[in-house]
Each structure stands twice: as structure tokens, then as C-alpha cells.
């Protein structure tokens, strides 16, 4: 079976295509470059021994698209593109809701005219807004913080009115919470432009030496230890519930989280990291980060029941395997560019 996988040179979509193909998929990416790299697919190709099919194209464009339904017989989608800062959306709203909205459509919009049945689609925790965790899939979803959570939200309602209006159009929506760690052979993993804004990439650089040292922001949430507690997935994990997730998808659309089940706080995350590597990670508490909730993880029983997956990888795997990746992808060097937005 053909899989087009939008975004699929990035963080989340590159570990999906690996698992895709040692599964026994044939894999199409449609990817833009905006923050992935070619290179990407080599390593991919490397990984598995086997050989994607790659198109540089806006996802938001119909003509792009329509190119590759002429060229393949497309079975199935992952949508994974989509721009993803939360800070960057709350200053660039219509770059935010144009790319990851009208991308969304435009590959509806194919599914319906080549009889494509399954889709499965990139969400994300930010949905949850500032509910009370776990967060449970049924929850009612409050107002997020930023635009990029609410493209995240319109995208799962727009393709969930597409199903109920056409039955046979399967859906899987995947909530993601905190995916981090790479795939063991440190040939592809997180790698973001500039300063990372997240904690894992953050802290590595500050392991490597290129940044000084972390920023704590907030020792005053009311959690165990008084900083912010997330769900941290394995990457490789989040990669096998998307397999999953194509493989038992049924009539209509499903909301599934893709977490473990576990919070963990920013301290404890580090003091993880430093036992699982042997390196200290300088830090210093500063103010709470504006539009960060106190407490995020998931319940995750609904994937394990329906879909038959959970996650295995457990948060000392996570930050070895996310330091291999920095120690390895740097050595190899990277030629990071960051592409200036149209708009
Ligand atoms: C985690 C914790 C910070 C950096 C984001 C998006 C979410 C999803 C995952 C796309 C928080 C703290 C962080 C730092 C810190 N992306 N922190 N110092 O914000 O939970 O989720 O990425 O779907 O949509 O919102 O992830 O890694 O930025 O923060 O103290 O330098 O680490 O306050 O408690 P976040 P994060």
C-alpha cells in the first residue's frame, strides 16, 4: 500500500516514515523544507535499506498535490505538515492558520476526488486547553492559548464533519503530547532551527556546550516539585502508534492520545538526563513562560484498547537516545537554513 506522508522529512513524520517502511509500506513525502532538510531522506533510506519517493511542494497548493495523485495510487495519508511554534503563531496568526488549515483541506479535497479513505492527522495536547489532567479524549475542549492550538482544534473538526457527512472516510485524529528522543542509530532526530524552544533540544545543547545553561521557567506551579510537569513520548513510540493507527482504522473519525500515561517535571527530566548520560546540566529558576500550563500528560488507555498500542520506551531511553542524536548529528554537521516566510 501507498502512504503519502505530508511533512515526512521532519522531526515526527521522519521517524513515521522508518516505521512505515519496515512495516512493508511504499512511502510518498510531500515536504517543503521549511524546517526539515533533503538529507533527511537519505538517512531514512539508510535506516531501513529501503527507498521513499520524495516531492519538494507546498502542501497548501492543489496543483502541488494533484501532481502526486496523477503519479501514484494513493491508499492512505499522514498529514504531518504544518508549522508548530506556539510562541511563533501568537506573532504570525495568519501564516499559522493559512499553511495548517488550507493544507488541511486541499488534501481532504484530493481524498475525495481519488477515493481516498484513510487519513490520519497530526494533533496535538494543545487542543485541551487548560483542562485538568489526564486529559481524556471525550474531554470538552476549552480555548487554547495560541493559534497554533486552535489550528490543531478547526482541523479535527473540520475532518470529523467530513466523516459524519461521508462514512466511509476513516479517520484517525492522533493527539500528540511531549514527543523527544531520537531513533538509536543517531542518524535522524530533533534538530530545530536556532535557539530550541523546547526542553529536550534545549537541554542537549546545553550537554554539547553550545548553550550555557538551562532556564527553569517557573518553580511555582502547583506540581510535585513546582515545575512544569509533561508527558514526554519517545519518538519511536509516537512513530509506531501512527502505524497503528492506519492499521485499524475504522469508518468515521476517532480521537486517540499518543501519550503514556506519565507526568514528569522539568527537574526531574533533568536529573533523568544527567544520570542517563553522566553530564550536568547547569540551570537557573526564572519566570513561568507566558501560556504554559502547570500540569499536561495523558490518559492513554483509548489507543491501547482500540488501536493495541502503547508506549514501551521509558524516559531514561528517551534521554540517552535524544543525546546520541545530538553527539551524532552534530559530528556529521549541519547545514541548517531557516526559510523566510512568504508572508
Ligand atoms: C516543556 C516544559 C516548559 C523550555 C510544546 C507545544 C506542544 C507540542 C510540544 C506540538 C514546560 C519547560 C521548556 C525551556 C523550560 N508541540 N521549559 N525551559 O510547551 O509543553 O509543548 O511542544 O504539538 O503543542 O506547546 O513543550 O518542551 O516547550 O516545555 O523550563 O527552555 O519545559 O515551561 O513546563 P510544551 P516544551
Redesign the pocket.
Known sequence: MNILVTGGLGYIGSHTCVALLEAGYNVIVADNLCNSKEETKNRINQITGKELTFYQLEVTSDYAVEEIFNQHEIDGIIHFAGL?A?GESVEKPLVYYYNNIVSTMVLARACQKYGVKRFVFSS???VYGDNKAPFIEDMKLLPTTNP??ETKAMCERILTDIAKAYPVFSVALLR?F??VGAHESGLIGEAPNGIP????P?VTQVAKGKLEK?????NDYPTIDG??V?DYIHVLDLAEGHVAALNNLKEGAHVYNLGTGQGTS?LKLVKAFEEANGIKIPYEIAAR?PG?IAS?YADASKAERELGWTATRNIVAMCRDAWNFEKTYRKHGENTKKVLMLF
Do not use: E, Q
Not at 197 to 200: E, G, S
Not at 214 to 218: M, Y
Open positions: 508548530k506556539v496535538s495536547a494543545t497554533y492550538g500528540y511531549n514527543p524552544n523546547n526542553l529536550m534545549y538551562l532556564r527553569v521557567f517557573g515545575t512544569g509533561r522539568v513562560r504554559d499536561c
